[in-house]
Structure formats: C-alpha cells, structure tokens
C-alpha cells in the first residue's frame, strides 16, 4: 500500500484536506510545523516589504479578524455543508510536531517514513534539499490560479484587478519555487454576495477538493496529466493593507 505524508499548519484548511483524502487513502503521517514566533516572522517581512506596509497589514489582520469575521460563519457552514468539507481536527496520534518545515528533523522524518507522497498545506516555502530528500512527489493547493495569482488571496487579488475569469484554485506539483510548479489541475470559482475575503478559501478548497483524490491516485500510479495553466502572466502577491483594503471595497466593490 503506497505511503502518504502530509506536513501543515494546523487549521480549517488541513481539516478538510486531511479529511476528504482520508476517505480513499491512509495519510500515513501528518507532519505539523510549529509556526514561527512572531516577532521573527514581523522582523522578516519587513524587510521584504517595509515598515509601512507591514503595519498597513497588521491593521487589516486585526480589522478582518474584528469585523470581517462576524459576518462569515454561516456562510462558511453553507460551503461546508455544500462541498461535503469535513472541519473535524486531524487525529491527534497521527500528527508529529517540527520547529521547522526546512530543519534537519525534518529531512529525517522523510527518510524515515519513506512516502511516496507528500502533500502539502500551509507551510513555509520549503527547500530545495528538503524536496531533494525523497523520490517522493509534493503537492499543494494554491487558492489562487497560478503563475499570475502566486503566493496569497489569490481570489481576492483577482477580484480586485476585474479578472473574474482567474478567480479560482491551482493543484500542483511543488518545485522550488514559489507556487510555481507543474499544473495538474486548475478551477475558476464563482464567489456569491455572501462571500469576502474570509470564505473565499473556503469555497477555493471545496471546487479544488473535488477532484482531488483522482488526482492523488494519478501521481500515485504515475498516470497524471500536466495541464496548461489558465494564464501564462506571473506574479507574487501578500496581504493586503487596510487602505489597499478600503479602496478596493469602496471603488473597486471588493469585500
């Protein structure tokens, strides 16, 4: 029987991936990577993006988690209950705890278990001598079409610049790159009145899991299609900040 790995973050996101997968497969292991303390991951992103724009993000975190938040969890529900998403958490004696998805432990943990699998939810970009650690093939699911709506909100991103018709989800293979390896399958998403920025993933990762257990057993029986992508344009996206936010909400009516 083949051997499947997961390495996440802990969160709705992994609930329904490892819950739909585990209905056709055994996820043999789930690798959980502790998540960064804070004040090393601020002092990072600031120097990528800036001062300013970190605490222009910052401000919108706090702004979405007050207010955007109240409005989202019935319709969340309803995606739920749509698309058959499982929110329960992953059992806890499958998961293994690491400090670091690219750590030495990490790579060891790979050889151990010896996957012919592993897929990928919520983490860092990972290393290229971690993917080099195994003949196993990562997968991932971008809520976003890629290359153009590369790193995060790809929906929201694409509202905002009126590309209704790449408002969607990307699985893929996971190279060393950012959120730009091979294509094996792609899905435009229709958002609703009752959708904003915090159930628009929801929805992504219903359409993504759909077909998603044929894609796993494709790359377990090494019978997958490539795909072309939706769009050749490439680009890398963050967070929004809190004007960013508004003037999308107010002139380009983005929620």
């Not at 979405?64 to 059992?91: E, G, T, Y």
């Not at 792609?186 to 609703?192: G, S």
Request: aromatic share 10%; proline share 3%.
């Amino acid at each position: 029987m083949e051997k499947i790995m997961m390495i996440c973050t802990l969160g709705p996101s992994t609930s329904y991936v490892y819950n739909h997968v585990s209905r056709d497969f055994d996820v043999n292991d789930v690798i959980v990577v502790n998540k960064e303390d804070r004040l090393v991951f601020l002092k990072k992103r600031i120097k990528r993006l800036g001062l300013w724009k970190v605490i222009g993000q910052v401000i919108f975190v706090l702004y979405s988690k007050v207010f955007l938040a109240k409005r989202v969890a019935s319709r969340i529900r309803a995606i739920q209950r749509q698309f058959n998403l499982d929110p329960d958490d992953v059992p806890k004696e499958k998961i293994t705890h690491i400090s670091s998805v690219n750590s030495k432990e990490m790579k060891q943990k790979i050889r151990e278990v010896d996957p012919d699998l592993i897929i990928i939810n919520g983490t860092p970009i990972i290393k290229a001598d971690i993917l080099d650690a195994t003949d196993a093939k990562f997968i991932n699911i971008h809520v976003g079409i890629t290359p153009k709506y590369r790193g995060v909100h790809g929906a929201y991103w694409a509202l905002y610049n009126k590309d209704e018709d790449l408002v969607g989800v990307t699985t893929h293979f996971v190279d060393k790159g950012i959120d730009s390896g091979a294509v094996l399958d792609q899905k435009v998403v229709r958002v609703t009145e009752d959708d904003n920025f915090l159930t628009y993933s929801h929805l992504q990762l219903g359409h993504a899991l759909k077909d998603y257990n044929k894609t796993i057993q494709s790359v377990l029986n090494n019978r997958f299609t490539v795909k072309q992508p939706l769009t050749a344009e490439s680009a890398l996206w963050s967070h929004p900040t809190i004007l960013s936010y508004f003037y999308g909400r107010v002139v380009r009516k983005v929620k």
